[in-house]
């Protein structure tokens, strides 16, 4: 609404002071940077983020590979727990010892956490390994990457029109502060002879 009420004042007015003029253009520039230069940065952005991330995608899908790991045993060092990323199926988690055999053919064996409930020695559950056996975490999937493209997009469109509109309250400030000094010389002049006969009042 200020933003209008700017604009509104933005036209020929005998009365319409310097001010006046200068806070329509703020209002119209703050307008058009609000309606098309957060939403074009944020897009750009998106875009941006969204091909980085799919590059990380397929090269995570290129080099993390999922094979099957065997319980030697429990570690027996805590109990099974949740698992925070799927509590809403609540996946219970064992620490267990395993061993598995990696994309390059050697054998590893090592601490690992399972999502087993009760671990027995010769079940099997799948991890995420790089080349040379090494656990990893889960690579991203495209999915989940383009949802953080968006947010990002979304993100740095909503700080733009905020800086923007911050930006524009500085400004108004600046000039508010500049018509009042204005009215204050103003009256400094005409308030000596304010009331005497011959002066206009």
Same mark, same amino acid.
């Given at each position: 609404?200020?933003?209008?009420?700017?604009?509104?004042?933005?036209?020929?007015? @005998?009365?319409?002071?310097? +001010?006046?003029?200068?806070?329509?253009?703020?209002?119209?520039?703050?307008?058009?940077?609000?309606?098309?230069?957060? @939403?074009?940065?944020?897009?750009?952005?998106?875009?941006?983020?969204?091909?980085?991330?799919?590059?990380?995608?397929?090269?995570?899908?290129? *080099?993390?590979?999922?094979? +099957?790991? *065997?319980?030697?045993?429990?570690?027996?060092?805590?109990?099974?727990?949740?698992?925070?990323?799927?509590?809403?199926?609540?996946?219970?988690?064992?620490?267990?010892?395993?061993?598995? +055999?990696?994309?390059?053919?050697?054998?590893?064996?090592?601490?690992?956490?399972? @999502?087993?409930?009760?671990?027995?020695?010769?079940?099997?559950?799948?991890?995420? *390994?790089?080349?040379?056996?090494?656990?990893?975490?889960? @690579?991203?999937?495209?999915?989940?990457?383009?949802?953080?493209?968006?947010?990002?997009?979304?993100?740095?469109?909503?700080?733009?029109?905020?800086?923007?509109?911050?930006?524009?309250?500085?400004?108004?400030?600046?000039?508010?502060?500049?018509?009042?000094?204005?009215?204050?010389?103003?009256?400094?002049?005409?308030?000596?002879?304010?009331?005497? +006969?011959?002066?206009?009042?």
């Amino acid at each position: 609404m200020r933003v209008i009420s700017g604009l509104w004042r933005w036209r020929r007015n @005998p009365l319409c002071r310097a +001010t006046d003029l200068a806070e329509a253009w703020l209002a119209l520039v703050a307008l058009l940077l609000v309606a098309v230069a957060a @939403p074009v940065t944020g897009v750009l952005t998106g875009r941006s983020a969204q091909d980085s991330l799919q590059r990380t995608v397929r090269a995570q899908h290129r *080099t993390r590979h999922l094979v +099957t790991a *065997t319980v030697v045993r429990e570690t027996g060092s805590s109990a099974p727990e949740a698992d925070p990323g799927s509590a809403a199926l609540r996946v219970l988690r064992s620490r267990v010892v395993a061993d598995w +055999t990696a994309p390059d053919g050697l054998r590893h064996e090592g601490p690992l956490i399972a @999502p087993l409930e009760k671990p027995r020695r010769g079940d099997r559950f799948a991890i995420w *390994t790089d080349s040379h056996g090494n656990t990893v975490a889960r @690579p991203l999937d495209a999915a989940t990457a383009t949802m953080h493209a968006v947010l990002a997009g979304l993100g740095v469109a909503l700080l733009a029109a905020g800086g923007v509109v911050l930006g524009r309250r500085l400004v108004l400030g600046l000039l508010v502060r500049r018509r009042y000094a204005h009215w204050d010389r103003a009256w400094g002049r005409a308030g000596p002879d304010w009331g005497r +006969t011959g002066t206009g009042s």
